[in-house]
T-cell receptor
Framework: DGGITQSPKYLFRKEGQNVTLSCEQN?????MYWYRQDPGQGLRLIYY???????QKGDIAEGYSVSREKKESFPLTVTSAQKNPTAFYLC???????????FGPGTRLTVL | RKEVEQDPGPFNVPEGATVAFNCTYS??????FFWYRQDCRKEPKLLMS???SGNEDGRFTAQLNRASQYISLLIRDSKLSDSATYLC????????????FGRGTSLIVHP
């Protein structure tokens, strides 16, 4: 089955810790994206990558970092510099161009 | 930066009703348009693409009006299971391939 997987589904972090969220896709898509969604809010773009070994900041990149060493994988690290990291994190992928995105099931991060 | 605007609702309708949502976008050069459905605490899922000629999928009809820069979604014979948030997505324009999401319109279908 083709699709996007994210892990873990739930993640708890202590203040001051870095955590890494996994995103893997087997759709052979070039582009991958990370979004953050807060309760009752829309999606906000954190980072995106349109090709391996290249990525760009989105609207709210501060406190986050990414890598794109493989086409299938686009992990997101939430660093201790992110002041309010509790949120629902969604990873998506798409073919290059103006095509639709497909989303993973999301990771719900809570800072204790 | 291009913007996409939606009425957040909620739209509260009885089963069997017809309901319509609009979404306006500011970038006239936008290339592609989509409606997504998002259930509570779940990921968005593609509902349908939107074309200038209009397209229909069962009880759902989507339309694009490029002159007025809006897209619409019509749901006929609403079901309880249609209750969700509907996200409007616009892509392209100015050389950007990054989609812009509206904040969503909440639909509640009651018995």
């Amino acid at each position: 089955d083709g699709g996007i997987t994210q892990s873990p589904k739930y993640l708890f972090r202590k203040e001051g810790q870095n955590v890494t969220l996994s995103c893997e896709q087997n759709l052979n898509h070039d582009a991958m994206y990370w979004y953050r969604q807060d309760p009752g809010q829309g999606l906000r773009l954190i980072y995106y990558s349109q090709i391996v070994n290249d990525f760009q900041k989105g609207d709210i990149a501060e406190g986050y970092s990414v890598s794109r060493e493989k086409k299938e994988s686009f992990p997101l690290t939430v660093t201790s510099a992110q002041k309010n990291p509790t949120a629902f994190y969604l990873c998506a992928s798409s073919d290059r161009g103006y095509n639709e995105q497909f989303f993973g099931p999301g990771t719900r991060l809570t800072v204790l | 930066r291009k913007e996409v605007e939606q009425d957040p609702g909620p739209f509260n309708v009885p089963e069997g009703a017809t309901v319509a949502f609009n979404c306006t976008y500011s970038n006239s050069a936008s290339q592609s348009f989509f409606w997504y459905r998002q259930d509570c605490r779940k990921e968005p899922k593609l509902l349908m693409s939107v074309y200038s000629s209009g397209n229909e999928d069962g009880r759902f009809t989507a339309q694009l009006n490029r002159a007025s820069q809006y897209i619409s979604l019509l749901i006929r014979d609403s079901k309880l299971s249609d209750s969700a948030t509907y996200l409007c997505v616009v892509n392209g324009g100015g050389g950007s391939y990054i989609p812009t999401f509206g904040r969503g319109t909440s639909l509640i279908v009651h018995p």
